[in-house]
């Protein structure tokens, strides 16, 4: 673990050496703290409260290796830029935030409201596009513990959490313009991933945990890993991962599908009276697993090919309900009819919203799937 986090640390460096090479000499570098993660919170009485996971580098001319030590900050204030101010007046380093990977929002900024941080991150120009952005729900001493305990910077690991995991069919990750251009068309809704920590058999560990629908950047519901997957399907965004269903064939058990390939395409329509939104899924997969006794033959496979595509639809189709009778705009409808009819003004467009969902499944190799018994 400490070879790992030493290769994590000595590539970072680097980056930001060559990255401000030009810029700073090794005594400048030496006065930098680099943060790698910020976590947004507000205290009992509303104020800001910022913590900061930093790494600061130290190298001279006698060095041929590069160093870190980390660093973690705490600033209070009545507004963000007072907060950021408050942990510049504990830190004999310049804080530079070009580093960052992750901005972290708790459960109480997001259920009270992320406006007030945002504005400062989209104007300052010090603050890239790029970091994810999360909510996270859970204790913030316990996170900030849980990272040190491991010896990693917080950022570093959850930048490699999501990199490892972005073909993971029901994790949700948004960086933080894909956040604010969402969240600006249409109803003003848009999606976030989520945080938790995990209890392993021995300690703690930050996972992914589904996501957060956000209104006009307050928190409307939390998805759940098992909706993340189906709120992937329906926008796209799944290229592998796993479906389970019942095997037909026996009283218990389930088979699992390997997700090969999948391509959904959305069509909007508005013809004066009703929106009709359509997802046509296009799904290739393979037999993974099969639990207990599943018999492959041509009839077998047609049905379990039939049953999963009935499934898939009748999922897709109760997810969908499930928000709209929220009244939240899970599917981005009103983006969607903006882009379109950029004149069209309709108040409360999910009552007029009819949605055809077609879901056509390929099981591909059945040539080559074998009997499962007992």
């Known amino acids: 673990m400490k070879i790992r986090k030493l290769i994590k640390v000595g590539i970072l460096l680097i980056a930001i050496l060559l990255m401000l090479a030009g810029c700073f000499n090794y005594r400048d570098i030496n006065n930098v703290t680099f943060v790698t993660s910020m976590v947004f919170d507000l205290d009992p009485i509303g104020n800001v409260v910022i913590y900061m996971d930093c790494v600061r580098p130290y190298r001279d001319n006698n060095e041929s290796s590069d160093n870190g030590k980390r660093i973690l900050y705490k600033g209070t204030g009545k ?66 513990k849980v ?39 249409g109803a003003n809704s848009a999606l976030i991933g989520a945080l938790e920590l995990r209890k392993d058999v021995i300690d703690e560990r930050i996972e992914l945990s589904g996501g957060v629908i956000m209104r006009n950047d307050v928190m ?7 909706d993340g997957l189906t709120y992937n399907i329906l926008e796209d965004k799944v290229n592998t991962g796993t479906l389970e269903i019942v095997n037909p064939q026996m009283e218990e058990g389930f088979i699992t599908f ?68 929220k009244n939240i705009d899970i599917l981005g409808v009103e983006r969607m009819l903006e882009i379109k009819y950029p004149g069209l003004v309709k108040e409360d467009i999910l009552s007029i919203l009819d949605v055809d969902i077609k879901v056509n499944l390929d099981v591909e190799g059945t040539s080559n799937t074998r009997n499962s018994y007992f």
Do not use: C, H, W
């Open 79 to 144: 507004t963000v830029l007072e907060a950021l101010r408050d942990v510049n007046m504990a830190s004999s380093y310049k804080i530079n935030v070009t580093q960052n990977k992750a901005f972290i929002f708790t459960e109480k900024a997001v259920k009270e409201g992320i406006d007030k941080f945002l504005d400062i991150i989209n104007n300052d120009q010090e603050f890239l596009v790029k970091p994810y952005i999360f909510a996270y729900f859970g204790d913030v001493e316990r996170l900030l």
């Open 147 to 185: 990272a040190a305990s491991d010896e990693e910077y917080m950022g570093l690991f959850i930048n490699d959490l999501v990199k490892k995991n972005k073909a993971n069919s029901r994790a949700i990750i948004v960086n933080i313009n894909e956040y604010m251009t969402e969240s600006e068309i």
């Open 220 to 226: 409307q519901e939390k998805i759940d890993i098992i």
């Open 258 to 325: 390997e997700i090969l390939k999948n391509k959904t395409k959305t069509k909007i329509e508005y013809n004066g009276d009703r929106v009709l939104l359509t997802k046509d899924v296009n799904m290739k997969v393979t037999l993974a697993e099969a639990q207990g006794r599943f018999i492959v033959d041509k009839q077998s496979l047609q049905l379990i090919e039939d049953t999963t595509e009935l499934r898939i639809k009748e999922y897709l189709q109760a997810f969908f309900d499930k928000y709209n009778k």
